[in-house]
């Protein structure tokens, strides 16, 4: 069983959470596309500019921020993500108030709309994305086992991550809602923009301020979420004998850095589906990482007996999870087809 172990982690573990993880930084570039182009389009209203464009200025500023050499390094940028997250949070749940509480802000519908299959289909591809918004665990998990002691240091960061992970997201999902019901979009922040009149429902310096942060937060987890990666690829192409900054392992970092935050880029710009990569991601990794695997790994590690309450709450656990994982991947790939008809690659949305 000891052999066992290190197979499950190398050959299935590893490769979904380093797929995660880079999903998620495709996904954060193509947020951070969005939210440079809604500055662009506060102060050039009639801008030209296309979303793939701001994509690309994004991973530019990706691509010199990836540089950064280890998680060590990322612990004052990992703070500064803290408070900006905080921020644009608090900032967006303010203008999602102040605007439902206008006589002339937008008409509140909380129906679900949709025929029956778009509704039960709607449903998985939302749990999906919840797996996704409350995975976000994964990076403090990967972070707390370089390093003894795992077990204390893990508690610690993912108290510290659900703390923040339930203010800011429920503060900004409740209000939202409220104000824009089913009109509520996966970036809520271009619900701010009548599309009647094409103007602000709050001031521009607002809405300037909440991307700004939010790009600048996008910035730093999407370094973060590199990472895990650039370790593994580090230390199959670095030279452990020869100095960290020296030619021989500046080279291979530089190079294999560069060009998954080039690829990144380029997926981001291409597949502007924001709220579908969401919904895949979560079926796909965010599922089994968080609700599957722990359950499984427990029943083989301690070996309860299999006439116990515990063996027997975390196969139903697992069984159900996995099943509603398949059928969640499911319906986010059904949406992404669907979407696919109406958006063209590269598309301006």
């Known amino acids: 069983m000891q052999r066992k172990g290190p197979k499950w982690g190398m050959y299935y573990v590893g490769p979904i959470q380093m797929a995660v993880c880079y999903g998620v930084v495709i996904a954060n570039t193509l947020l951070g596309g969005q939210c440079l182009k809604a500055i662009y389009l506060i102060m050039e209203p009639n801008g030209e500019m296309k979303l793939f464009e701001f994509v690309i200025l994004f991973g530019g500023l990706l691509l010199v921020l990836a540089q950064i050499p280890s998680f060590h390094s ?36 909380y129906a679900i709309v949709g025929d029956k299959e778009t509704k039960v289909f709607g449903i998985f591809n939302a749990m999906a994305i919840i797996a996704t918004t409350y995975g976000n665990g994964i990076i403090p998990e990967i972070q707390a086992t370089l390093a003894a002691p795992v077990k204390g240091k893990m508690f610690k960061g993912l108290c510290m991550c659900y703390a ?85 392992n500046v080279i291979p970092r530089l190079a294999a850095r560069s060009l998954f935050v080039v690829v990144a880029t380029i997926f981001a710009a291409m597949l502007p589906f924001f709220g579908d990569v969401n919904s895949l991601l979560g079926a796909f990794g965010f599922m089994p990482l968080d609700f599957v695997l722990p359950v499984v790994f427990f029943n083989f590690t301690f070996k309860p007996s299999k006439k116990s309450f515990i063996f027997w709450i975390n196969t139903i656990i697992a069984v159900l999870f996995s099943c509603l994982g398949v059928i969640a991947m499911v319906a986010a790939v059904r949406q992404i087809v669907l979407d696919a008809k109406t958006y063209k690659l590269f598309a301006d949305v």
């Open 164 to 248: 923040v992970v339930i203010v800011t997201f429920f503060t900004v999902a409740i209000s939202g809602y409220w104000a824009f019901g089913n009109k509520a979009n996966g970036l809520l922040f271009t619900n701010f923009l009548n599309p009647e009149t094409n103007h602000y429902l709050v001031p521009t310096w607002f809405i300037f301020l909440i991307n700004l942060f939010t790009v600048l937060q996008l910035s730093a987890v999407a370094v973060v979420y590199l990472q895990p990666i650039n370790d593994i690829l580090e230390s199959a192409l670095s030279d452990p004998t020869k100095k960290e900054f020296s030619i021989r």
């Open 74 to 109: 990322l612990r004052h940028i990992n703070f500064f993500s803290l408070v900006l997250c905080l921020l644009y949070s608090a900032l967006a749940a303010a203008a999602s108030i102040i605007i439902g509480n206008k006589s002339n802000g937008p008409e509140k519908d």
